[in-house]
């Protein structure tokens, strides 16, 4: 009897000690997590202050769980086909416009700009349950972007009437004019319509393709507006280059890039193409080696595996409002 209960009391010991390992370990994980939680948060929290977005490395491998819609997220609101009279465009144009979870209008709040691609609008990238809209939604919830507005742009500036009959090499030029445009007639109305930070500390603008080619020219055009300039794969027909010389996609819209100054330099400067794009990666380099040779300091990513798609443009608007603001 008496071995029984001595071999009964090394059991519960051995059962006691297992047990304090155990809640030792979960204790250690929860405070582990926590302390990656409010890692990410004060990293975001500090971003005026003390965060250079050109320390960190982008990231390529975000998973399809951020792009997908979850329960108990707060995705916003979106404002579809919001309307405004255009003075270069001599018309009415449309915008989406993303409204962040909690948005309240006795605050404000900073604004990104997003241009589309060739043959696009306002819907292409910011419309209901888009990956874009999803994406800002679960990265604000994670505390992995700063509250912000989004506005998805249509590049289109002219009659819109006319729009159907034009040509490719009609649309070029006339989404040139959204580069005028979006700082005249779009930037006052948000400004005026929304509670929005003004400032280019507060204005970033985005696109890829030839929607990166409009955002490095609107953003260099109008560097005392833009402090946050993202372009993904950018078309030719920035400043001149050798690549598709002689034909309408290669009319530049600068001669050289314009030469910021210590006041107007941009705060993040992201270029990025992939590996497997078939038409963008030589001038995408260009770009930036003209930047670097004129000391403007940018982070441009050559991407082994990606193509000239929304898969990469997914990658490619993670970093970017993961960094901005």
Request: proline content about 4%; some cysteine.
């Amino acid at each position: 009897m008496k071995k029984l209960m001595m071999t009964a009391a090394a059991l519960l010991l051995v059962f006691m000690l297992l047990m304090t390992a155990c809640s030792n370990q979960n204790k250690a994980e929860s405070e582990a997590t926590a302390s990656q939680t409010d890692s990410v948060a004060a990293t975001r929290a500090t971003a005026d202050e003390a965060y250079d977005p050109y320390a960190e490395d982008n990231r390529y491998d975000i998973p399809d769980s951020m792009f997908e819609k979850k329960d108990g997220v707060d995705y916003g609101t979106l404002q579809k086909d919001v309307s405004y009279y255009s003075s270069v465009a001599e018309d009415n144009k449309q915008v989406n416009v993303l409204l962040p979870a909690g948005y309240d209008e006795s605050k404000s709040y900073p604004v990104t700009y997003v241009y589309h691609g060739f043959g696009g609008d306002h819907n292409t990238h910011l419309d209901t349950d888009s990956y874009l809209v999803l994406l800002y939604g679960n990265m604000l919830h994670d505390g992995l972007a700063k509250p912000q507005i989004i506005v998805g742009m249509d590049m289109y500036t002219d009659k819109i009437a006319d729009k159907e009959s034009k040509s490719d090499e009609e649309l070029r030029f006339i989404y040139d004019k959204a580069i005028e445009e979006t700082a005249v007639d779009l930037m006052p109305f948000i400004e005026k319509t929304y509670a929005v930070k003004t400032g280019r500390e507060n204005t970033a603008i985005a696109g890829m393709s030839e929607g990166g080619a409009k955002s490095l020219c609107t953003g260099f055009q109008w560097l005392d507006k833009f402090g946050y300039i993202g372009s993904f794969a950018p078309d030719t027909g920035v400043i001149p280059t050798e690549y598709y010389k002689g034909t309408f996609w290669n009319t530049p819209v600068f001669e050289k890039f314009p030469q910021p100054t210590a006041e107007n330099t941009p705060y993040y400067l992201y270029m990025t193409v992939g590996s497997e794009d078939p038409w963008n990666i030589d001038c995408t380099l260009y770009y930036r080696d003209q930047l670097n040779e004129m000391g403007v300091r940018n982070q441009t990513d050559y991407v082994e595996g990606f193509g000239h798609d929304e898969d990469f443009w997914r990658q490619c608007f993670y970093n970017f409002l993961h960094k901005v603001f």
